[in-house]
């Protein structure tokens, strides 16, 4: 007996024609990341204010992350996908391998759309230099020097007045404290204006070690993702830092540094140290590429307090440090030069410039 055909949802043609007018539409949104004045008055601060708004209330209550939820089954739907074709091949079944390939391009046309549409515009706005009128321009080595030791005398005093209370704070309690920080931004800014920011413990958390990531914004819920069993001094300012990309800030450079100004501002001395902490290593880094004299001399006024936490951060990322590591670190430096950050995974240092011109004013 000779069993039917599977009906077909379309035909070829017709799939012939939504990929040409789903390429349409992606050009149209790549174009318009050439105009960033245009993106800022429209989608940062207008359409993306709107989508953030319904996204975070919706979801921000939500305990768990249902982001995440979503990233399993877009992992299971792409592995279901690779054993059909491999099956399809298998079978010399090339008729059917064609139109379900068509499919997977429609889908993926999708999913590059959604992105963009739903937060990834974000990249192609204005500087937050210009957003936050911030002076753009070089510092001298003297001015570098004199920020990375005022970031060292308050990363010491800060470590020397935190309590052992203060380190068996719970997740949930950074969380909090994170998310206040971020809401009372809106005081000094009104470009740091948030809405509902919010900050969950990844679901990932036991895969991510290896692959040293600390937190992940999602950017088709709008929610944050933080690896929750890292060392409890990366959490609070690594929260701070994921709930920026909430405000809007999608370069890495300027979510650092927005998460930065959160921290500092806060009262919670948990807080304003996770924050000290990261600038001053962030500031050590490029002190060392100009002068390793000045920065061995600047090792020795960091207190032993800070060092040994310097040294459990160190051998906790050492411990899950893996192939699987460098190969996510190679894509995600491509991702961002793909996405108006042309030094890759160096754009992180870039924060040291938003910092020098913050504290020149």
């Avoid at 992606?26 to 996204?55: D, H, M, V, W």
């Avoid at 959604?114 to 003297?142: C, D, E, Q, V």
């Avoid at 927005?258 to 806060?266: D, N, R, T």
């Amino acid at each position: 007996m000779i069993e039917p055909a599977p009906v077909k949802a379309f035909s070829d043609k017709k799939a012939y024609a939504l990929i040409a007018g789903l390429g349409v539409l992606l050009a149209l949104l790549f174009t318009a990341g050439y105009f960033p004045n245009f993106i800022e008055r429209y989608y940062s601060t207008g359409l993306y204010q709107f989508i953030g708004y319904i996204a975070h209330s919706l979801l921000g209550w939500v305990p768990f992350s249902l982001g995440d939820l979503f990233y399993f089954y877009i992992i299971s739907y792409l592995l279901y996908s690779l054993w059909r074709c491999f099956r399809n091949i298998r079978r010399k079944n090339f008729r059917l391998l064609w139109s379900e390939t068509l499919k997977f391009i429609i889908k993926l046309q999708l999913f590059i759309g959604l992105f963009y549409l739903m937060w990834g515009l974000n990249y192609f706005r204005p500087p937050a230099a210009a957003i936050l009128n911030l002076p753009n321009k070089t510092y001298s080595s003297n001015q570098l020097q004199k920020v990375t030791r005022l970031l060292i005398d308050s990363t010491n005093s800060l470590r020397s007045s935190i309590l052992r209370a203060d380190t068996l704070t719970d997740n949930k309690a950074i969380f909090d404290i994170s998310k206040q920080a971020v809401q009372n931004l809106g005081k000094f800014s009104n470009k740091l204006q948030s809405t509902f920011p919010s900050a969950k413990p990844s679901l990932f958390t036991p895969v991510i070690n290896y692959m040293t990531t600390a937190g992940y914004f999602n950017p088709f819920t709008g929610e944050a993702q933080i690896n929750y069993a890292m060392p409890i001094v990366d959490r609070p300012i690594t929260s701070c830092h994921e709930m920026a990309h909430q405000i809007g800030f999608a370069r890495e450079d300027e979510a650092n540094f927005v998460g930065f100004l959160a921290g500092i501002k806060s009262s919670k001395k948990l807080l304003r140290y996770s924050a000290y902490y990261m600038a001053m290593q962030e500031f050590m880094q490029q002190v060392r590429r100009q002068d390793t004299v000045v920065f061995n001399n600047f090792k020795k006024e960091i207190s032993p307090a800070v060092k040994t936490d310097l040294k459990v951060e160190h051998l906790y990322w050492q411990h899950y440090q893996n192939q699987l590591g460098y190969i996510t670190s190679v894509f995600y430096d491509n991702f961002l030069k793909a996405n108006n950050q042309p030094e890759g995974l160096r754009t992180y240092n870039r924060m040291i410039n938003l910092t020098m011109a913050y504290y020149s004013q």
